[in-house]
Structure formats: C-alpha cells, structure tokens
C-alpha cells in the first residue's frame, strides 16, 4: 500500500462523476469480470456461516428485481429495508437501486411510531424485513398510507415470503440506466429539535465514496476482505460496506452477533481481515480484555475510525502491541469522509485528521470569515458536491438552518492546527454522541413526556470512559410522583419500549425545573457544561 502524497493529491483532484452510475450496475459489472470473487462473508454467533460470490449477488439482485417490478415497485419507489446484518441486506438495498428505487434504510431497533413516520414521510411502497421487524411493523400496519407490500425473510400471516418469491423469479434482469442525479436514498437522521431528518442522496454520492473514502483513507483494492462492524440502518453501513467494499469489488466480512472483545479479536484473525472500521467504543473495551495481546492480527494492513474523538491509549496500544496505526476520520449523513488522517501521514492521537480532497472544506466563524489556526469554527462544504446530500425531505425550514451563502453548514466545530490537522471541539448543537449512535434529544424527551410522571425533561450527553457519551435526562414530575430509584428504572424501560432501546437514558436525574433562556427554550447547553465538570470532563 503505497502512502498517499497528501500535497499532489489536494492539488491535482479533479471530480468526473459520469452522467450515468448506480452501485448496483457496478456490482453487476464485477460479477463479468470476476464471477466467483467473493463479495460477502458472513457469520453469525453460532458459528454458521455462508459466503456469496458477486456473481451469486448478480443474480441474487435480478431475481428480487424480478419480484419488485411484478409487484409494481419501480422507479422513484421508496422501500424501507429493516435487516440485520445479513446476506440479504445487500441484496434488497442494492436490488432496490437495480430497478430505480430509494433505499430508506431503517435500524432493527425502531419501534411502531418510527415506522410510521419514515414510512408515511417518504410514502414507502413496500417494507422489507425479517420475522421480528415484521412483529414491529404488524402493530402500526393500518397507519402506514403507502406501504403496499410487506415482504418478509420466512413465514408470517399477511406477508409476502421473500424467500418463497424467490423461489419462481428468473435470475435473468434487464436494468433501466439510471443517471448519476437520480436519488439514491433517504436516510432519517436523528437532529436536536423535532423528528429526524431525511437525508437525501443521489447515486453520485456512491462514487463519491471511491473517489474519497476508498482511496484515501481505506486505501482499498479488490484483493481485500473488509469489516466495518456498522449496523445496515446507519449511514455508515453505506459508507463502507456498498460506498467502498462494492464499489471496489473487495469482499465484505460481515458479523451478526453482539458485541465481544474476544469475539471481535478472533475474528478479525480467524478470517484475515486486511482492511478494518471499528468505533471508539469498541476499541476502547477491545484493549482491556486479558488476551488483547495474544492475536495474529498480522494480515491487517489498514485499520480506521470514526464516530467521535479516539483516546491516545487506544492509538498506542495497537501501535505499540500489533504494530498497526488506526486513522481517524470524519464525517456525517451528510457527507462522505471530510477528514481523514491519510495513510503515509503522521497520526496526531485525537485529531480527525487533514481535509479530503474535492471537498472545498472552509471553517468559519460566526461572520462567516474562516477562521486563523488555533481558532476553533465551524466546518462547513460548498453545496453542489457529488459528495454532499441534495436535501433535507420535505424539510425546506431545515435547509434553510444549514445552508447560509451556498455552504453547509456541518454543525460541528473542530479548529485547524499550524499542520493543517483538524480537531474536533464539539456541536454547535445538543446531539448526543454515544457509542458511535447519533441521538437526538428531542427523541429521547418526547418518549419521557408520554410518560404520566414525567412533567418537563431534557436530555443531554453526559461523559462516559467508554462509549464517549451516554444519555442523561433531566426529568421535572409532575405531582402526585415522587423520586426514586424504581421511578428511574421504570421510566428507562418505558423510553425502550416507546424509541429504540439504545436511546434510553443510563442516568436519570430528578429536578426540580430546567434552565430556560427569556423565550422558554430548555438551556440544554447548560445541563450538558454542568454534567461535563462535575464528572471533571471538558465538554
């Protein structure tokens, strides 16, 4: 792997997006060149595994087409795929891209009420998921307007068996030319007031992801087995596993089991993993195991990060017990990677690394002019970049937050060393980084309030050593409720059973009233400084 020459790189980058591209055409592409290469390795806790060659995803990808386009789902169709981390994850998404459709990819934790809003806000017109998705969806079926084909990996009442609609479909498909405009996805991702965004993206921002994140900071080829531990429902699944494994028709480990440090350490050298995306949270429980030590990790050659800031003891760890150097980046739903610490550079521990290429990455202060070095600002990116998301869905009040003079503005303030390395200094907003999970307070606070005790909250990130940030709410009762530890366990699991259980509160706070600014908006900022310096933390 040859170090990149960052200078050349930054000055002689060019964009040539062609007019015409789609993931799923590439993937096809591959499979005619190299039929029996393998695209996806997967392996589940019990130890079974099966293996696809991107021939076998080919045809796989025809025969569902096959079936979509028989049920009348077609271009400009939305389909909402909720699947865990299998084979057939890529097949639906990339098969949903095949016939000219939009992936909404949802996360297995959603509960009814996410579904309905996903569904009926990007008038889904089928849901695809597995046996205890459809358990979820079954209980919101009549409130969701547009869905009108529910496909489901086995057996279930009122449900279409994917498995048996594949059974009869031909593996023969003709795939209509989709231009590099066309929309790709719409993702949901969680903000700090109201319900999540749709993110949208066209398929110029798969070739993006050659252009940006395959090369300079995985520095991929087709040679290698690639694991990015990400969950389908995230972005970065397609950052990863479609945007860099696909694209460069590498193979793809895939793991569906819990997290295990042990686990993870045999795996990665059990099945020779070349290239590696883990999040700080992982790696930070990763080192402390017993046998951390004990591992051939010999055949990884480039191992990344992202998420949140990563610790110099983890950085050190695998440099100094494994000889591997992990590089940082970063980046949003929004975006591919805009920073990276590219291979050949010097790792500064913490740092997000320097500027992608094509990026057009400026850090501006609250005039709008950028900022000197040791300044901090915010990150922000021309709009327009095959790279960046076309809109908010249905939100214009949103881009209107975020965009200012033809720029995005990321939300996120970092300031840029004498080296020209970003660091990262926090939100402009109150959205609560916790284990690589990206949660919006507001969802968290609006699941309390359907609680009877609950009069006002506020929820904010609260520093923890390992997964970075964990949700706290500040809960004010109403009367006839008093404080107690079995009132906080009680309303930890009524915040699981209403949002997906990763966003409940692990610390739950009674107060007496909330701070507000003079037009009644909870301070969160405030709570956050406070929780920050009483765990001796700088937020």
């Known amino acids: 792997m040859q170090p990149i020459d960052y200078e050349k790189e930054m000055k002689e980058f060019t964009w040539d997006v062609p007019d015409y591209y789609d993931i799923a055409t590439v993937v096809d592409t591959h499979a005619e060149s190299n ?10 806790e019990k130890g079974d595994s099966r293996t696809l060659t991107y021939d076998d995803v080919k045809n796989q990808t025809n025969q569902l087409a096959n079936v979509l386009t028989s049920l009348g789902i077609g271009a400009g169709d939305p389909v909402l795929i909720m699947l865990p981390r299998i084979p057939e994850t890529y097949v639906a998404q990339l098969t949903t891209v095949k016939i000219g459709g939009i992936i909404t990819p949802a996360v297995e934790m959603l509960r009814g009420r996410n579904v309905i809003y996903r569904s009926n806000n990007c008038q889904a017109k089928a849901i695809i998921t597995n046996e205890s998705g459809a358990s979820i969806v079954d209980e919101v079926k009549s409130e969701l307007d547009s869905v009108a084909h529910f496909i489901v990996l086995g057996e279930r009442d009122g449900w279409l068996s994917y498995h048996e609609l594949m059974k009869s479909a031909s593996t023969q498909f003709t795939s209509p030319p989709k231009k590099s405009e066309d929309i790709f996805y719409i993702s949901y ?30 520095n991929a080829a087709k040679d290698d087995i690639i694991w990015a531990t990400t969950s389908p429902g995230w972005a970065k699944w397609f950052w990863t596993h479609l945007g860099v494994t696909m694209n460069m028709g590498a193979t793809d480990f895939i793991y569906e089991g819990r997290f295990n440090p042990e686990k993870y350490f045999r795996l990665l050298e059990t099945h020779n993993i070349t290239i590696c995306c883990m999040t700080p949270t992982e790696l930070r429980i990763m080192i402390k195991v017993p046998q951390a030590t004990q591992y051939d990790l010999s055949a990884i050659r480039s191992f990344v990060s992202a998420g949140e800031p990563l610790n110099s003891e983890v950085i050190d760890f695998f440099r100094d017990t494994y000889g591997i150097t992990i590089r940082e980046g970063y980046g949003q739903t929004e975006t591919v990677a805009i920073a990276c610490n590219y291979y050949g550079i010097t ?100 699941a309390l309030l359907t609680h009877p005790a609950v009069l006002e909250c506020a929820a904010v990130g609260s520093p923890h050593p390992d997964r970075g940030e964990i949700v706290k709410a500040f809960v004010v009762l109403n009367k006839g409720f008093t404080p107690s530890d079995s009132l906080a366990a009680e309303l930890q699991t009524h915040t699981k059973e209403v949002t997906a259980p990763y966003k409940y509160p692990r610390e739950i706070e009674f107060v007496d009233s909330l701070p507000k600014t003079m ?21």
């Open 189 to 218: 991702t969680s903000g700090t007031t109201g319900l999540p965004k749709g993110v949208v993206h066209q398929n110029s921002w798969m070739y993006a992801f050659k252009k940006i994140n395959a090369r300079y900071w995985y």
């Open 347 to 446: 790792v500064k521990p913490g740092s997000m690394g320097k500027p992608m290429p094509g990026q057009d990455i400026k850090i501006l202060n609250e005039q709008g002019k950028e900022v000197k070095t040791g300044e901090v600002g915010e990150v922000t990116l021309k709009m327009g970049l095959p790279s960046l998301f076309k809109e908010y869905y249905k939100m214009p009040e949103k881009m209107e937050e975020v965009i200012r003079n033809g720029r995005y503005y990321t939300g996120d303030l970092c300031r840029l060393d004498e080296d020209g390395y970003f660091w990262f200094e926090g939100r402009a907003d109150d959205v609560i980084l916790s284990a690589g999970y990206r949660i919006g307070p507001f969802e968290v606070e609006d």
């Open 519 to 539: 037009s009644g908006k909870i301070k969160r900022s405030e709570l956050k400084r406070m929780e920050y310096e009483r765990k001796g933390k700088k937020s």
């Open 35 to 44: 039929p029996s290469h393998p695209a996806i390795i997967w392996e589940n």
